[in-house]
């Protein structure tokens, strides 16, 4: 089975048909076990008047996309026939396979669904394996399939791109819009990586929010598509948006096809915002420590989930959150909070950030209430207005007073109007305590390059090891030299027990102690010696089996040479 990124990419738009979709055409989603069955109540009809909702159906797709997507595959012989052999809500996947091909199938993982996968996603700013992302990799090990093809969007393009790095069964890679991973996963799978990475493609909007989360796959290939006029806000991480729509003779709206016959796919510059999103969120995986980004992976998992979508919804102890008071959940945890500006503010200035990047970088992060405060403060406040002015900016004027040591009037007089202002939006907040929250993290910093701080991760280099017998030998003749080490018996000093000092000393309690020491040494020498024996015995045999594939294929070369030669010599 052989489909191109652009079919498979109209598969995964498959995981986003919903019954929403369905009520719009005015049909029903039924029981299938096939794409043909799947659409096949979207006649003609059911499209027109799909094409007819004013609504953003699921997937932030419209009605008119809808309907062009839904004809795109049902005019693809390939696609259309293809079956639906399993779909799993719980890892949210749908199996497609092809009639007539044993073994092989494609394996389509949905976006984000719900708080739990938001978690999920904050999870993976600190964790190798998340739940999910185990979840997905089991649902792939439990099919009956050695030849899969794995696609996703956003979330489920990150579990397709981990599902392709830890599975033998997968050999094939479209993510789109897929978030990254972090700095443990990449040294955990360096040698996993380095061998499939190169199977992985991630294709994604110029305005994706998303996939500039964490670091990309070292070695995959990242591929950016244009963004129409037409897309906005949380559209630029639909998945329906990678390709042009247009209305054809028939006033049916269609996908634009590119000259061979597929759908088009212009290719695009990331969005400069995305650029400078993409690089502090790298700054802050190479130079937080672990336990700080652990602690804080919810409360920003949770800001993105708020900040970059227009439906977002964040529960937190009863509070439940949205892009409309996101001001109220980001003062939910000033210490937290005093973190993430204090990593904000060191960023902007170890690269020279001009204002106009700050308040771009800002206003993606959900911050663009909180510098619409401080320009008001700006334009209310002659005093503060002349020292900011003095100071260079008002973001000149915070680093300025960072680390000081000492308090600032001015500083002093913007906490407290920031006071103000938030109690008059009923959140209760004393800004002076986050002031001190940012003080004392920005202090905290490690030290870091600022060369490469804010570069992609990278995984280790693979070491060349050394199996050889001298190697085993040396191994075996260090562990012999270690218990040969007893620095002098001790069992010649119960001689000496007729002595005074003997008792008083407790010298038999120090020889049995030494000789139980000495006793636990030499088994761990043995469990050594036995490890040691086993890996080599085990690479020695992978060497032996290696050897023969290259005697086998040795031996099919002078076949194939020896039949050129009577050939040569039959047409001589």
Same mark, same amino acid.
């Given at each position: 089975?052989?489909?191109? @990124?652009?079919?498979?990419?109209?598969?995964?738009?498959?995981?986003?048909?919903?019954?929403?979709?369905?009520?719009?055409?005015?049909?029903?989603?039924?029981?299938?076990?096939?794409?043909?069955?799947?659409?096949?109540?979207?006649?003609?009809?059911?499209?027109?008047?799909?094409?007819?909702?004013?609504?953003?159906?699921?997937? #932030?797709?419209?009605?008119?996309?809808?309907?062009?997507? !839904?004809?795109?595959?049902?005019?693809?012989?390939?696609?259309?026939?293809?079956? +639906?052999?399993?779909?799993?809500?719980?890892?949210?996947?749908?199996?497609?396979?092809?009639?007539?091909?044993?073994?092989?199938?494609?394996?389509?993982?949905?976006?984000?669904?719900?708080?739990?996968?938001?978690?999920?996603?904050?999870?993976?700013?600190?964790?190798?394996?998340?739940?999910?992302?185990?979840?997905?990799?089991?649902?792939?090990?439990?099919?009956?399939?050695?030849?899969?093809?794995?696609?996703?969007?956003?979330?489920?393009?990150?579990?397709?791109?981990?599902?392709? +790095?830890?599975?033998?069964?997968?050999?094939?890679?479209?993510?789109?819009?897929?978030?990254?991973?972090?700095?443990?996963?990449?040294?955990?799978?360096? =040698?996993?990586?380095?061998?499939? *990475? %190169?199977?992985?493609?991630?294709?994604?909007?110029?305005?994706?929010?998303?996939?500039?989360?964490?670091?990309?796959?070292?070695?995959?290939?990242?591929?950016?598509?244009?963004?129409?006029?037409?897309?906005?806000?949380?559209?630029?991480?639909?998945?329906?948006?990678?390709?042009?729509?247009?209305?054809?003779?028939?006033?049916?709206?269609?996908?634009?096809?590119?000259?061979?016959?597929?759908?088009?796919?212009?290719? %695009?510059?990331? =969005?400069?915002?995305?650029?400078?999103?993409? $690089?502090? +969120? /790298?700054?802050?995986?190479?130079?937080?420590?672990?336990? @700080?980004?652990?602690?804080?992976?919810?409360?920003?998992?949770?800001?993105?989930?708020?900040?970059?979508?227009?439906?977002?919804?964040?529960?937190?102890?009863?509070?439940?959150?949205?892009?409309?008071?996101?001001? &109220?959940?980001?003062?939910? #945890?000033?210490?937290?909070?005093?973190?993430?500006?204090?990593?904000?503010?060191?960023?902007?200035?170890?690269?020279?950030?001009?204002?106009?990047?700050?308040? @771009?970088?800002? &206003?993606?992060?959900?911050?663009?209430?909180?510098?619409?405060?401080? @320009?008001?403060?700006? &334009?209310?406040?002659?005093?503060?207005?002349?020292?900011?002015?003095?100071?260079?900016?008002?973001?000149?004027?915070?680093?300025?007073?960072?680390?000081? *040591?000492?308090?600032?009037?001015?500083?002093?007089?913007?906490?407290?109007?920031?006071?103000?202002?938030?109690?008059?939006?009923?959140?209760?907040?004393?800004?002076?305590?986050?002031?001190?929250?940012?003080?004392?993290?920005?202090?905290?910093?490690?030290?870091?390059?600022?060369?490469?701080?804010?570069?992609?991760?990278?995984?280790?280099?693979?070491?060349?090891?050394?199996?050889?017998?001298?190697?085993?030998?040396?191994?075996?003749?260090?562990?012999?030299?270690?218990?040969?080490?007893?620095?002098?018996?001790?069992? %010649?000093?119960? %001689?000496?027990?007729?002595?005074?000092?003997?008792?008083?000393?407790?010298?038999?309690?120090?020889?049995? *102690?030494?000789?139980?020491?000495?006793?636990?040494?030499?088994?761990?020498?043995?469990?050594?010696?036995?490890? !040691?024996? $086993?890996?080599?015995?085990?690479?020695?045999?992978?060497?032996?089996?290696?050897? /023969?594939?290259?005697?086998?294929?040795?031996?099919?070369?002078?076949?194939?040479?020896?039949?050129?030669?009577?050939?040569?010599?039959?047409?001589?």
């Amino acid at each position: 089975m052989q489909l191109t @990124d652009q079919q498979i990419m109209l598969l995964e738009q498959l995981t986003y048909l919903n019954d929403g979709v369905a009520e719009a055409a005015g049909v029903r989603l039924g029981a299938y076990q096939s794409v043909e069955r799947l659409l096949q109540e979207f006649d003609e009809a059911a499209l027109q008047r799909l094409e007819q909702s004013d609504k953003t159906l699921n997937g #932030e797709i419209d009605g008119k996309e809808w309907a062009a997507i !839904i004809r795109a595959i049902k005019n693809d012989e390939q696609l259309y026939s293809m079956n +639906i052999a399993d779909r799993n809500e719980d890892v949210k996947a749908i199996c497609f396979t092809e009639p007539g091909s044993e073994g092989e199938a494609i394996v389509a993982f949905r976006g984000t669904s719900g708080q739990r996968e938001w978690e999920d996603n904050s999870d993976g700013l600190y964790s190798a394996d998340t739940e999910c992302q185990k979840e997905a990799l089991a649902y792939i090990e439990s099919l009956p399939y050695d030849d899969i093809t794995v696609t996703g969007h956003s979330k489920g393009g990150n579990k397709a791109q981990y599902v392709t +790095i830890l599975s033998d069964k997968v050999n094939r890679c479209v993510s789109m819009d897929g978030q990254g991973f972090s700095p443990e996963f990449l040294n955990k799978y360096y =040698a996993e990586i380095e061998r499939k *990475g %190169g199977c992985i493609v991630n294709y994604y909007l110029e305005g994706d929010f998303v996939n500039i989360l964490l670091f990309p796959v070292p070695g995959s290939d990242r591929i950016c598509i244009v963004r129409r006029d037409d897309v906005t806000g949380a559209k630029n991480h639909s998945p329906g948006a990678f390709y042009e729509y247009y209305m054809n003779e028939q006033g049916q709206w269609v996908i634009k096809y590119d000259d061979d016959g597929q759908t088009e796919l212009v290719l %695009g510059q990331q =969005a400069q915002s995305m650029v400078y999103l993409h $690089e502090f +969120i /790298c700054f802050v995986l190479n130079v937080m420590p672990y336990e @700080d980004r652990k602690e804080i992976s919810d409360y920003i998992g949770k800001l993105m989930a708020l900040a970059l979508t227009n439906n977002g919804v964040v529960e937190v102890n009863g509070v439940t959150y949205t892009k409309d008071n996101i001001m &109220e959940y980001l003062m939910s #945890e000033p210490r937290l909070l005093g973190r993430f500006l204090a990593y904000f503010i060191k960023y902007a200035e170890t690269y020279e950030l001009t204002e106009e990047e700050i308040r @771009d970088l800002a &206003e993606v992060m959900g911050l663009e209430e909180f510098l619409d405060m401080l @320009d008001t403060a700006y &334009e209310e406040n002659w005093t503060v207005r002349v020292m900011i002015d003095n100071a260079g900016g008002i973001f000149n004027f915070i680093v300025k007073q960072l680390g000081d *040591g000492k308090e600032d009037k001015i500083i002093g007089m913007l906490l407290d109007w920031l006071s103000s202002w938030l109690n008059d939006k009923g959140i209760k907040v004393d800004a002076r305590e986050i002031w001190k929250n940012i003080e004392s993290e920005y202090t905290d910093i490690p030290a870091f390059n600022g060369k490469t701080a804010r570069n992609d991760g990278t995984c280790k280099s693979t070491v060349t090891r050394d199996f050889s017998k001298s190697t085993y030998d040396r191994l075996m003749g260090t562990i012999d030299a270690v218990e040969a080490m007893t620095y002098g018996s001790v069992s %010649g000093w119960s %001689g000496y027990a007729g002595e005074e000092w003997y008792s008083s000393l407790m010298i038999s309690s120090a020889v049995r *102690g030494i000789t139980t020491y000495f006793n636990k040494v030499s088994q761990i020498n043995q469990q050594s010696k036995n490890k !040691i024996t $086993e890996v080599f015995e085990n690479a020695l045999a992978e060497d032996r089996a290696r050897a /023969c594939e290259l005697k086998e294929i040795n031996e099919e070369l002078h076949t194939i040479t020896d039949k050129i030669i009577e050939m040569a010599e039959k047409l001589s």
